[in-house]
């Protein structure tokens, strides 16, 4: 069955249920009924049960190249990866439980439905989407790093067609306070905005030009005109920082003001061959704009870049969605798109991005439909044995087994935070403090690509902060009001206390419940050691610590 | 730009699981601590090693080691002086290095092609250009698989990048990424565990830990499961080998300190040569803030240059004087060189056409200059090198086959070192 025009549908479920999803954690049953009914009514929203259109594309590509379909993950998988990547964090205990333990056929439809309605959806993807704008240093005070995070959730919130989002953080003007969104260009504007030209066309057309800025592209057919054509739209805009009195009446910085004024104004640049060249405003696809008109450059290229029936910019956010969720894009690396660099499975990618630019640019009926395919319900779990042959990687790249992939950093703050504070409903992220924790592991090189790393991603600070850091002593801590503590006063009076205690952790780390060797492996500690809570502390640590915890699965 | 980013993949399953018995993979959990017998020291003789000076923003060539006093145009305020190595001569800013250069080689006519930060980073870092199809190592960790996994109950990591993070290891996997010290003049975060965990608590933390792990591992069987363990192993190792005080530059006496510097660059490189004392194979050093599109020379002159100048030669004196500059590599550069024009903010922009690069020890012979720009340094006026030139020259010296090839994830070969490279005959005896 093909699925035409998610846009009716995408319009009508707008800004429906924000409020809900406040009350929902509570109420998680109630909550899955309640948000999925609709879901479950309208047969566009291509359940699990095999109605996804990009399934039949799928197994297309997976026979022709010869490989099995792939085996569904377990509950359990399912949960813990969905939650990671669309609110970010893991599930907690109720949770979880409320999950594993319900016997609704299409209870997978409904957990992401759910979870597309709660409140840290537009948070974690606000944070995403920050990172990848301006990253995750600090700029300096004309780049306000939370208005502009702010201003993102607000339109993940609105369900805002994301060709909408994306010509709004083009075009923006006004204070970098009160309109979150001129941050992305302010952030970028000097080297005569090079590092703006070069993210711009990464992150909205996933075009790699930032090398042609010195030379024409190696391997396809950029030219360094073009780098620079595209720079010159990046003329005419003006930075103003604006000063105001204080409480205590003293004159001081306020705010940034951004604005654009028409220019003649041209690009110049370095040729290799020592030779100066010059460039005016041309677009990708080459078309000019003309010289001496009166036009805002940053509006022309916003409307050209958000043109609804262009294809670069959903085929961008398609690869780059699609990487989010498999761990790995059609395309990759997931902003370097054109013919020098061949898609895996380009039909599918085709389909995806042809259906998000027909759904009036709906990121969550992408993401619905990326979620609910053969792709993303397969297990990471190998069968058999022959895992030493050389060909497996290639079959791994057709999307039918689940790549593992590490937490993000914050992905990380959040669900240690999760883990540990089950016993308190109403905690909720603190993303300042995650700010800061973070900043440890930031490098930021002070060039003028403003590029920056993580020292983090599964290296020897990062298990050093696992197994010995701050956070994780407070995670272990056995004091009144702490998660251990929570945990061993429920116990008491439980059947058999030290089941359920052991069976607390595991859900709380890993989602799960322990299987019967390792519950009994815990429950011979326990019985074995004088201070339980000295082995429930070990356990925890070993849960937190490992790799099952911090790999998506 | 790594959110988002593709997983780097591995290497071919065969070939990964081949080395899996050289991490840590195959100690179990409860050994981790027994294990710990360090003879770090004993490994040392015969081990090649490498320091890397990496000048993070593209240095300034012309005003360090191809200065043009005779270009009207492009020669800048620096004058040249005079070396202990004959006939060669290098800016005013770097007196010390200059009584070193007799164990330094200048190249003059390096030509890259990369002027973009990110992309001269990784090319000269790997000896490659980005290529969506392969996550190339870089080439430190090429050497820390080559050479430091043969070392036996070695405690600390074979790859260690000192105030930055360096390039990571491509399909070689997480294992053989740099170990970023952020600060050489603060202790290592979290090195030690809390005080309430004594050795026995830690045991069976581990213990529990290694049934998880080797669970996930058994049902997964991919390089991220793997590498996590083995990234553990390497961590315990270090956490309980004596030679963790190695990263404690206070152990070493005022005299020592004040040689080298104790800002950032002086105290990393400092420290790099107490990590190849102690058998680590490669260490990365970094200096940033090269990036000088403005006031080129007042950056130069007053911040960068003093800081270069004292490190780099406290380090080559002291290698030289500790008998370990035979078998340590030094290589001194950066992603790119910088304009022979200079632009009207007195600065100098991107320059990848014909720049320098420094090398020495090694056993190596030094005291040379090898190639040579035009007057103006714009072009290369004799004996080009390219990147693969620089990386088989280094590859050489480090007693790695030049013919070393892997099999990326995709099953196709990659050579450490591509077919148009050729060490430079000059620099071998």
């Known amino acids: 069955m093909r699925v035409r025009r ?12 924000v409020a809900a999803a406040g009350r929902a954690a509570l109420v998680l049953a109630l909550a899955l009924g309640a948000t999925a009914s609709r879901a479950a009514d309208d047969p566009k929203t291509a359940s699990s049960s095999g109605a996804n259109f990009l399934d039949p594309l799928l197994e297309q590509a997976w026979e ?76 300096g005070r004309n780049v306000d790093r939370r208005a502009l995070s702010d201003w993102l959730r607000k339109q993940f919130v609105a369900d805002r067609p994301w060709n909408e989002v994306v010509y709004d953080l083009v075009t923006a003007t006004g204070s970098n306070r009160e309109n979150g969104a001129v941050n992305y260009t302010l952030a970028h504007l000097e080297s005569e905005a090079v590092p703006l030209t070069s993210r711009t066309t990464r992150l909205f057309l996933g075009q790699q030009l930032q090398c042609t800025q010195c030379h024409d592209h190696p391997q396809n057919d950029w030219k360094q005109s073009d780098f620079w054509g595209m720079n010159a739209f990046f003329r005419g ?52 704009l003309s010289p001496g008109s009166k036009l805002i450059r940053r509006v022309e290229l916003g409307k050209r870049i958000a043109d609804p029936d262009g294809d670069l910019l959903p085929r961008a956010m398609a690869n780059r969605m699609w990487a989010h969720f498999m761990g790995r894009g059609f395309v990759n690396p997931v902003d370097d798109i054109g013919p020098h660099n061949s898609p895996i499975a380009p039909e599918v990618f085709d389909k995806l991005t042809e259906e998000f630019r027909d759904s009036g640019f709906d990121v969550k009926q992408l993401i ?39 937490m993000t950093p914050e992905q990380l703050f959040d669900s240690l935070m999760t883990a540990t504070s089950s016993h308190r409903p109403g905690a909720t992220r603190d993303e300042g403090r995650r700010d800061n924790w973070m900043r440890q592991f930031l490098f930021v090189f002070g060039n003028d690509e403003e590029d920056e790393a993580t020292n983090f991603q599964g290296t020897i600070p990062q298990s050093l902060m696992m197994m010995n850091g701050e956070m994780m002593k407070e995670a272990l801590s056995g004091k009144p009001d702490s998660f251990l503590a929570d945990v061993v006063d429920r116990a008491r009076g439980a059947r058999s206390p030290a089941v359920q205690m052991v069976d607390q952790l595991y859900l709380a780390a890993l989602s799960r419940l322990p299987s019967a060797r390792e519950r009994q492996t815990a429950l011979r500690y326990l019985q074995t050691q004088p201070d339980s809570m000295g082995v429930l502390q070990d356990l925890f640590w070993a849960l937190l610590n490992s790799n099952e915890f911090i790999l998506i699965h | ?190 090195l030690q565990p809390p005080g309430d965990v004594d050795a026995l608590r830690m045991n069976r933390r ?73 058998g680590v194979t490669y260490v990365e050093v970094s200096l940033g803030g090269w990036d000088t599109h403005a006031d080129n020379f007042e950056a130069l ?79 290369v006026a004799d004996r080009p090198i390219g990147v693969m030139d620089l990386i088989a020259t280094m590859t050489k010296t480090m007693g790695i086959g030049l013919d070393t090839q892997y099999t990326t994830p995709r099953g196709r070969p990659l050579k450490v070192v591509d077919d148009g490279g050729k060490p430079i005959e000059e620099l071998f005896g």
């Open chain 1, 368 to 406: 619905r439909w990326i979620t609910s395919s053969k792709a993303y319900q397969a297990t990471s779990l190998r069968v058999s044995k022959r895992g030493d042959s050389p060909g497996d990687q290639e079959e791994d790249d057709l999307f039918n087994i689940m790549a593992l992939r590490p």
């Open chain 1, 6 to 17: 998610g846009r009716m549908w995408g319009r009508g479920i707008r800004g429906s249920s």
């Open chain 1, 237 to 288: 805009i003006k930075v103003e920082e604006k000063r105001a009195a204080d409480a205590t009446g003293l004159e001081r910085y306020d705010h940034t003001e951004l604005s654009d004024q028409p220019t003649d104004d041209f690009a110049r640049f370095d040729k290799r061959n020592g030779m100066v060249g010059v460039a005016f405003p041309r677009f990708l696809d080459g078309e000019k």
């Open chain 2, 301 to 379: 002159s007053t911040r960068l240059l003093p800081e270069l100048d004292q490190g780099m030669s406290a380090l080559v004196a002291d290698l030289a004087s500790r008998g370990l500059l035979d078998t340590t590599l030094i290589v001194w550069m950066g992603e790119f060189g910088r304009t022979p024009r200079i632009n009207q903010n007195a600065g100098r922009d991107h320059w990848p056409r014909s720049w320098s690069v420094v090398v020495g020890g090694g056993g190596l012979k030094n005291g040379q200059v090898i190639g040579a720009t035009d007057k103006d340094g714009v072009d």
């Open chain 1, 64 to 139: 022709e190249a010869g490989v099995k379909p792939p085996r569904p993950a377990s509950d359990e998988e399912f949960l813990r990866r969905a939650y990671l990547d669309i609110i970010g964090r893991i599930p907690n205990v109720q949770e979880a439980q409320a999950f594993l333990t319900t016997r609704e056929a299409d209870k997978r439809t409904k957990l992401v439905e759910y979870l597309l309605n709660h409140v840290d959806y537009p948070k974690n993807f606000a944070t995403i989407w920050t990172n990848l704008l301006v990253g995750r240093g600090d700029q």
């Open chain 2, 1 to 190: 730009m790594s959110p988002f980013s593709p997983l780097s993949g591995g290497l071919g399953r065969r070939h990964f699981m081949r080395h899996m018995a050289a991490t840590a993979l195959g100690i179990p959990a409860f050994r981790f601590f027994s294990d710990l017998r360090a003879n770090a020291a004993q490994a040392r003789k015969n081990h090649r090693s490498c320091i890397v000076l990496w000048m993070s923003g593209g240095p300034s060539h012309l005003d360090i080691w191809d200065l043009k006093p005779d270009s009207e145009k492009n020669g800048g305020p620096f004058r040249p002086i005079a070396t202990s190595a004959p006939g060669v001569m290098i800016s005013e800013h770097m007196p010390k290095t200059a009584q070193q250069m007799h164990h330094l080689s200048v190249l003059r006519s390096l030509d890259s092609k990369e002027g973009n930060h990110e992309r001269g980073t990784y090319l000269m870092h790997t000896g490659y250009v980005p290529n969506p199809t392969v996550v190339h190592p870089g080439w430190g960790s090429t050497c820390a698989f080559e050479l430091g996994s043969q070392l036996d109950n070695f405690d600390l990591p074979h790859c260690v990048s000192i105030n930055s993070p360096g390039v990571g290891a491509g399909f070689l996997g997480m294992s053989y990424t740099p170990f970023m010290v952020q600060n050489p003049n603060a202790p290592i975060a979290n």
């Open chain 2, 206 to 278: 581990l213990q529990m830990l290694g049934q998880l792990e080797d669970q996930f591992i058994a049902q997964r069987r991919t390089p991220p499961a793997v590498d996590h363990k083995a990234v553990y192993g390497k961590t315990i190792r270090m956490m309980n080998s004596k030679y963790k005080e190695i990263f404690n530059l206070k152990t070493e006496s005022e005299a020592v300190r004040e040689a080298y510097g104790k800002h950032s660059f002086g105290s990393g490189c400092l420290m790099a040569r107490r990590l190849v004392e102690q």
